[in-house]
């Protein structure tokens, strides 16, 4: 794989992200797991969406191999 097909590649996963996380924030509004009108305006809920939101991405993205698990856990330790 060269850089320009690296890049490519990444980018094309990259624009996945946003609509996933927003999936997932209405997901998690529909399901009932949260309630918007107990929480003040400011970024609190936001950011306790996100990270979870963020866990999915995590799950939808990960290798299947046990080689890409062991990279995943080198390129973490960087």
Do not use: W
Request: aromatic content about 8%; overall charge negative; hydrophobic content about 40%.
């Amino acid at each position: 794989m060269t850089r320009k097909e690296f890049a490519s590649n990444l980018n094309e996963l990259i624009e996945q992200i946003p609509n996933i996380i927003k999936g997932q924030a209405q997901h998690y509004i529909v399901s009932g797991a949260i309630n918007l009108d107990d929480y003040e305006n400011n970024f609190i809920l936001p950011k306790v969406v996100l990270c979870a939101s963020l866990s999915e991405v995590k799950f939808q993205f990960q290798p299947l191999s046990d080689d890409g698990k062991k990279l995943v856990k080198n390129l973490e330790k960087i």
